[in-house]
């Protein structure tokens, strides 16, 4: 993995909820989606996928369904309203966290 | 690697699941169609399906693991992980050694941080006792004796409610048991499967010293078991077989059916053997001719052999197995070599392991049924039985397979090779 473990930690659930946020996925998609849209630099396993998933469902902010509609019988997730408000929620959280390192980052590295 | 190894993998992880019935095979169908779509990806990049299978189970990872992440759901002790990402090695280690090892779970269950319960006991003595419940119902399902295995697992999961490998001996065994008496006829009723326990119990000592006779060696039995004997002497004495036939035996630790089986055989010989069979409760015994002659039918309900999630040739394999079983048989039956016997289920359970479909299907029906050798009526006659359908009928003797069910109009010999191979394939899966 390109990131290191302890910066993606706190964020993986964001992540998945943003892809979701493009419209409704299954667990594969949702790997290559993440690879694609960071570069290559976030590989998740799908050990580590699933635990997410089932976890973002059992809080509510996701739902599943079973659908063969492609061909074949797959579990398909998607946001819920619930998981929209905590996409949001989550989102304003991580910018503001991120400006607060930022403004503290700068200025240290100019004086490095 | 091999596609055994994802088997295999997928069975445990199962195994570790502490989720509903439901939950878990949700999960396995999850994991697996994502295996899948993996595995056609790498394979259209030009990996072998071998290569493909072992950087998938790479992917996957750990299933104990796994299955602790994907169980957290339903924990309700102290020791759940916030960060799914990271579990501390020290916890996956002492997973690990709780299900490995019988009876360390408690010491694992510290090891993860888990606050004994006040006022419980230390957690030594109860993990002393816990490891000795866990030997005796090893041992108890050893001798087969599945029920009271369960019992005795019972009693651990009373002391232990999250003991690992408590759980997966108990599931395995209800499944068993529920396989086991899922093959009795759905006609059979509670007395006859009563006497089939009975029959299956052991008997410390048996002792019929020099000059007991027959008729009192059966009194004997009535009265030390409680079992309903009934014995149709009109059919014996036209073989020759007098009531008053010499037996005698001196045995310890004895299944009650293989007693019976003895007695018989010592009365009984060669051209006049005997032979029993219960019904309604009772045992009958009679001879070998009379049994041949009389059939039942019965239906045997194989589609959970035939379900499988994991792999359609294998389902496809079963059916053929079946329909071939049913093409093949002959009719009659009269002894059976036990040795050849199991060899050839050992084969068979192999066989269908490593799935190569043809060969199993195949092996059924040149060997399963020849070595039912056709009885007292000569050599199998084609279609003279039954009804009409595919099968291939001998004296009294037809079969087909439909719908995942197989129909089979034999007799008790016949349906008892058959119940006992459903059993030993269902055990082996």
Not at chain 1, 87 to 97: G, I, K, M, S
Not at chain 2, 383 to 391: A, I, K, Q, S, V
Request: charged residues 25%; aromatic residues 6%; glycine residues 8%.
């Amino acid at each position: 993995m390109g990131f290191g473990r302890d910066i993606l930690r706190g964020s993986l659930d964001l992540m998945v909820l943003s892809i979701l946020a493009e419209g409704p996925q299954y667990g594969y998609l949702i790997l290559q989606r993440l690879r694609e849209a960071s570069r290559g630099q976030v590989e998740l396993k799908a050990g580590t996928l699933y635990p997410i998933l089932h976890r973002l469902e059992a809080a509510g902010s996701v739902k599943s369904r079973w659908d063969d509609s492609t061909g074949r019988d797959r579990k398909w997730y998607q946001l819920t309203p619930k998981g929209q408000r905590a996409l949001r929620h989550e989102a304003e959280a991580w910018y503001a966290y991120s400006e607060c390192i930022q403004a503290l980052l700068t200025p240290a590295l100019r004086t490095l | 690697m091999s596609e055994q190894d994802f088997e295999h993998w997928l069975r445990l992880l199962g195994r570790m699941l502490r989720l509903s019935e439901t939950q878990r095979s949700e999960i396995r169908r999850e994991l697996l169609d994502h295996l899948e779509t993996q595995l056609e990806h790498w394979m259209s990049q030009g990996l072998s399906r071998e290569e493909a299978i072992t950087r998938a189970l790479d992917e996957f990872g750990d299933a104990a693991a796994l299955a602790h992440d994907l169980s957290q759901l339903n924990v309700r002790r102290k020791w759940i992980m916030r960060s799914t990402m990271g579990i501390g090695i020290a916890a996956v280690m002492a997973l690990m050694v709780s299900l490995l090892v019988p009876g360390t779970n408690d010491q694992a269950q510290m090891a993860i941080g888990n606050d004994p319960q006040p006022g419980t006991r230390p957690a030594y003595t109860e993990a002393s006792t816990v490891a000795t419940l866990m030997d005796e119902a090893i041992t108890l399902r050893h001798d087969h004796r599945y029920t009271e295995a369960l019992e005795v697992l019972n009693k651990v999961l009373a002391r232990d409610a999250d003991h690992t490998r408590a759980r997966w001996m108990a599931d395995d065994l209800t499944f068993v048991l529920s396989a086991v008496h899922g093959l009795k006829n759905p006609e059979e009723d509670a007395a006859t499967a009563q006497v089939r326990d009975q029959l299956n119990q052991t008997l410390s000592s048996i002792q019929f010293p020099e000059g007991t006779i027959f008729s009192e060696a059966l009194e004997y039995l009535r009265e030390s078991t409680g079992l309903n004997i009934v014995v149709n002497w009109v059919e014996l004495e036209i073989s020759g077989i007098e009531r008053d036939a010499k037996v005698s035996m001196n045995l310890k630790d004895t299944k009650l059916s293989k007693v019976l089986d003895l007695v018989l055989q010592a009365v009984g010989a060669g051209e006049f053997e005997l032979g029993y069979f219960v019904d309604e409760g009772v045992v009958i015994i009679s001879t070998r001719k009379y049994l041949d002659r009389r059939t039942i039918t019965r239906v045997y309900d194989i589609r959970d052999l035939l379900t499988s999630e994991l792999d359609h040739g294998r389902k496809a394999t079963l059916e053929r197995l079946f329909r071939g079983v049913a093409a093949g048989m002959p009719g009659g039956s009269t002894d059976r070599i036990e040795q050849e016997w199991n060899s050839l289920v050992k084969e068979i359970v192999a066989m269908l392991k490593r799935q190569s479909g043809e060969e199993v299907a195949m092996m059924i029906q040149q060997t399963i049924f020849t070595n039912i050798r056709p009885g007292n009526g000569g050599s199998p006659r084609p279609g003279n039985g039954g009804p009409g359908g595919p099968g291939i009928g001998g004296p009294g003797g037809t079969a087909f397979y439909i719908d995942g069910q197989l129909v089979v109009r034999h007799t008790h010999q016949v349906h008892e090779e058959i119940v006992e191979l459903l059993h030993r394939l269902r055990l082996s899966r």
